[in-house]
Nanobody, 122 residues
Framework: VQLQASGGGLVQAGASLRLSCAAS????????LGWFRQAPGKEREFVAA????????PYADSVKGRFTISRENPKNTVYLQMHSLKPEDTAVYYC????????????????WGQGTLVTVSS
């Protein structure tokens, strides 16, 4: 099983980025997917999740209206489109897969990627 996140980088406040996470080794379409992030010195926090079919997409309040999660099951890929980035969005972003419903609890996720760093300068 592998989840490979990419697309991170250094951007200025107000910019946009799109993160991608390519999955392999499991039946992608049977799993809900999520994005989490961890800033230096802080605990990992939920960002967004998406159900198997894509029709249910919960978001953290801090990113609602700025971030959009989506998935392409034929490509085994989940995306996180981020707009209006703020310095407080700086973190390592992780994608994860859950055999259950899309949830904000990291404990419900079975597989995790290695993370991609997003740095937003002011």
């Amino acid at each position: 099983v592998q989840l490979q996140a990419s697309g991170g980088g250094l951007v200025q406040a107000g910019a946009s980025l799109r993160l991608s996470c390519a999955a392999s080794g499991f039946i992608f379409s049977s799993y809900a997917l999520g994005w989490f992030r961890q800033a230096p010195g802080k605990e990992r926090e939920f960002v967004a999740a998406i159900s198997r079919s894509g029709d249910w997409r919960p978001y953290a309040d801090s990113v609602k209206g700025r971030f959009t999660i989506s998935r392409e099951n034929p490509k085994n890929t989940v995306y996180l489109q981020m707009h209006s980035l703020k310095p407080e969005d700086t973190a390592v972003y992780y994608c994860a897969a859950s055999r259950w419903a899309p949830t904000s609890s990291p404990r419900e996720y079975d597989y995790w990627g290695q993370g991609t760093l997003v740095t937003v300068s002011s």
